[in-house]
């Protein structure tokens, strides 16, 4: 025997082994496998014949995006158009065309606001007063939408006002504003009746003690001057409540301008609060003769036309309306609200555009109310302006 075969028997034997054992171990792999596969069947044919006994049931699927049709002007009557956002068609499409420029999207996409919808929720939302949810669903679009660009479009309908808020500067202008108060209430020389509105808004947190008026509410204290059509000439609105009428007036461009005589003989009528001036007129407190009642009537009757323009102001927009509750905002949007309303209105006038609402029931005269309410920070009576009353007292009331 040849030495080393008989030491290779064993190493076969265990290979041989080996193999038979890796043979045994896929076999029994292979029958798990069958077994789970047959299960997985089983449990397969059970869940079907489930379903088939509870019937058809519902499959998940991904729910597409809805995107609600914009708003437009199309297939709506002038008078709905006018109740609904206070301009008609025409007015409309003239604002649209000043500030379409300013709003007009960089990107325009499937999914990019028209600009005659934002302009047209934004006026829905001032003539309502109704929240952001309400007039984005009337508009077509989302509440967050409507918030991004609020103060976009109140910007844009703001930068119009040296086109339709515009003090009479020239001496043509002043004299049909004369003729035409003279010819409504017979008192010379008026150039506009001043006066002032509380808008109210929401309580803030800053400075909250500012915000509260003499009626123990938070407001914001505007200034209006109003011409004998009702246009308004001129509005001061960015003092919080608590400041008095005379101390808006005194601190305000067209006083400066009536002191430097830019106005010549103009005059303003106001109320008691605001002090007789050579260049704004009060009425007599305690009227003694005939002449004096004569003032007191027309300047009354003069003095009217600020109490109707701001009973339309608040029935035309509801949202500077107290009836719809106060806006909430903060008062720099609050601000901006008050004059975009300002211009609208005078947009209105000049179209002729009616109030289809019924007029508001305003006072005839609140001046004692005024006179009780306003003695504190009140300005005093000059002795020129004293000069002045008395003058047209016997010039023209005699």
């Known amino acids: 025997m040849l030495p080393g075969k008989n030491d290779s028997r064993p190493d076969t034997q265990n290979k041989q082994q080996s193999s038979r054992a890796a043979e045994q171990q896929q076999g029994d792999m292979e029958v ?117 660009f609020l103060p976009k479009v109140l910007d844009a309908i703001i930068r119009l006002t040296p086109l339709h808020i515009c003090f009479p500067n020239t001496l043509q202008k002043q004299q049909e504003t004369k003729q035409g108060f003279y010819a409504t209430s ?17 309580q803030s947190a800053v400075s909250e003690h500012l915000y509260r008026n003499r009626k123990h509410t938070h407001s914001i204290n505007v200034q209006a001057i109003v011409d004998h059509q009702g246009l308004i000439s001129n509005i001061v609105a960015k003092y919080p409540g608590s ?47 005939a002449a004096e009642r004569a003032y007191n009537d027309a300047h009354k009757r003069t003095r009217s036309i600020i109490k109707r323009t701001f ?21 720099e949007m609050v601000c901006k609200i008050i004059l975009s309303c300002a211009i609208l209105h005078n947009i209105c006038v000049k179209r002729n555009i009616p109030l289809l609402e019924p007029d508001p029931d305003m006072p005839e005269d609140d001046e004692e109310e005024d006179a009780g ?26």
């Open 311 to 331: 009973g339309m102001l608040k029935s035309r927009f509801h949202c500077r309306d107290i009836t719809g509750g106060s806006l909430l905002y903060s008062p």
């Open 32 to 148: 798990i496998f069958i077994q789970r596969a047959r299960r997985r069947r089983a449990l397969q044919q059970q869940q079907q014949l489930q379903q088939q006994q509870r019937g058809p049931q519902r499959q998940r699927r991904r729910q597409e995006r809805i995107f609600r049709p914009r708003t437009t002007l199309h297939g709506l009557r002038e008078r709905d158009i006018i109740q609904r956002y206070r301009l008609n068609w025409q007015a409309i499409q003239q604002l649209l065309r000043n500030i379409e420029q300013q709003l007009a999207p960089t990107l325009v996409t499937p999914r990019t606001i028209p600009t005659e919808t934002k302009l047209l929720a934004v006026l829905h939302l001032l003539a309502s007063g109704s929240f952001q949810t309400t007039g984005a669903l009337v508009g077509g679009i989302s509440q967050p939408s409507f918030s991004a």
């Open 186 to 202: 017979g008192f010379p020389h008026v150039l506009g009746a001043i006066d002032c509105t509380h808008v109210c808004l929401v």
């Open 373 to 398: 309410l306003q003695q504190e920070g009140e300005q005093p009576n000059t002795a020129a302006g004293v000069r002045r009353r008395q003058q047209l007292v016997n010039n023209f009331f005699s």
């Open 243 to 289: 400041v008095h009428d005379a101390f808006i007036f005194r601190h305000s461009t067209i006083n400066q301008h009536f002191q430097d005589g830019r106005y010549g003989n103009g005059l303003l009528v106001a109320d008691q609060g605001y002090g007789i001036q050579p260049w704004i007129m009060t009425p007599f407190v305690n009227p003694n003769t």
